[in-house]
């Protein structure tokens, strides 16, 4: 059985910085296309980070571009998203996603088969 289990939110001020984890069970995140995404209230879920599989590399979200880091440690078989420059538009829960044969639809989350419950991240002005 699969489980994605994400942790490390929490309250933050403006400028201040969050790592958040994803820890699997079930699979292996270095075989597996693994994104994070975030739902603020009252919007739909969007794409923030994802790694890929078969060469790490990563990609972004225009607006989160240049402050979040993407990473995989293997070992640990686990994901982060390193938050900096935090602002209150960041605040969502926010969660990781991992999927195989994903391709270049890694932007949308309907292709991805397994999801984590999620963790909030609020950041104060």
């Known amino acids: 059985q699969v489980q994605l289990v994400e942790s490390g939110g929490g309250l933050v001020q403006a400028g201040g910085s969050l790592r958040l984890s994803c820890a699997a069970s079930g699979l292996t995140f270095r075989d597996y296309t693994t994104g994070w995404f975030r739902q603020a209230p009252g919007k739909e879920r969007d794409f923030v980070a994802v790694?890929?599989?078969?060469?790490?590399?990563?990609d972004y979200s225009d607006s989160v571009k240049g402050r979040f880091t993407i990473s995989r440690d293997n070992a640990k078989n686990t994901v982060y998203l390193q938050m900096n420059s935090l602002k209150p538009e960041d605040t969502a829960v926010y969660y990781c996603a991992a999927g195989t044969s994903i391709g270049g639809s890694s932007y949308y989350g309907a292709s991805y088969a397994y999801w984590g419950q999620g963790t909030q991240v609020t950041v104060s002005s």
């Open positions: 790694i890929r599989w078969s060469d790490a590399s990563t």
